[in-house]
Structure formats: C-alpha cells, structure tokens
C-alpha cells in the first residue's frame, strides 16, 4: 500500500481538518458544561509537541507546519479551560493547593519528553527530516486511554461529545494508514497505530452507550 506525495497532502489536510474539529468541539462542550475534557498529562504533551513543531525549535514541511501553528493557538485556549476549571477535579485531595505548580510540573516533564523522544528516536527515518510520528502517536495513545479513563472516573458525559470521539478516531486513523505505508516494518508504530484505534473505537462505544442509558441522543450532542 503506497499513497503518492499528492494524496500524503491530502491526507495530512483531512487530518488536520479532523484535530482542528476535535479541539474546537472540546473548546465548546469545555465552556458549555464549565468542566475540563482533556486531562492534564495528554494537555501538556500536546501543547508541547505542538510548540516544538509550530515554533522555531523544529519544523515540519509546510503544510503540516500552517495546521502545527493553528493547533498551538487552539491548545492555548484548552489550556486555559483545564487551569479554569481543572481544579474541581482534584477537590478535597492533597493535590488541590498544590494544582498550579503540579500542573507546571507536568508541563516541564511532558515537553522534555516530547523533545528528547523526537531527538533521540527520529534519526532513523530519512535524513534531514524530522517528522515527530514517535511522539506524536505515543502521545496520542495516552490520550486515547484518559478519554476512557474520564468517561469512567466522572461516569457522565459532562464535556463529552460522540462527534469528539469519532473526529479524534478517523483524525488519527487517516495518518496512521499514511505513516504505515511509508514504513509497513516499524513494529512500535504500527503497535501504536492498532492500540490507539482500539482505544478510540472503545471509547466511541462506551461513549454511546452512556449517553444511551442517561437517554441523551448523542447525534444532537455537539
């Protein structure tokens, strides 16, 4: 299975597209219900890959550097939702005082990850280039498990939509068929491309089916 440069753009795009959609829905259901929907380690190793590749620090090709850029600005506002009203979430715990600072703390840890992962694993692929899938997609999966870990914990689907799931599914499955054909023996990523998407189809599932025993018609849920 081989894609050709045109169609890799294309592909790049409707990904983008996907992600861009999965922030702004995150964006709205995050003030609409006055809670945080991306959890603070997935948050921080986002806005980390995506500083590092939006600004001058390392960069993608063109078209992945413009949707880079509009993916930090979205984050920043996310960001702001999660230090709005992320605290609720450790009320009456040991990490409630200390909930700025912690947050600080994972942000640092997350960013010197994301670099030194990038750094120390990309010089495999072609050289000169410096794409970040590595990062990326391991970031991706931890998201993919705390979506389901949230949807469990708050056990609602306050700051939850079915259309945030099903963006975030096919926005991660059209780059992981993508990758895969550039590099059909790379056993970590295509472990990483199989476990994300059964981390996302189960929380599209799990999902529904919450929204199906609190009679919520999930298709008018954005």
Known sequence: MT???DMRTAMMIASGICW???YLLIIKRGFQDKTHVMQLWALAANIS????FSAVILTHGVTQHVIDIIWCLIDAVIAYQFLRFGRDSFR???LERVFFPMAALVLVVC?????TMTMGIEPIVPPGTVDGRYAAFAQNLMMSILFVAMLINRNN?????IYIALFKLIGTLIPSLMFYS???SNMFLNYLYVAIFGFDLLYLI??????QALKINPWVRF
């Open 92 to 94: 009456g715990t040991m």
């Open 206 to 211: 799990l999902l529904f089916g919450k929204c």
């Open 182 to 184: 550039l590099a059909p």
């Open 3 to 5: 894609f050709s440069p």
């Open 49 to 52: 890959w995506e500083f590092i």
């Open 157 to 161: 689907v306050n700051g939850q939509s």
């Open 111 to 115: 960013f010197g990850a994301v670099y």
């Open 20 to 22: 861009t959609l999965v």
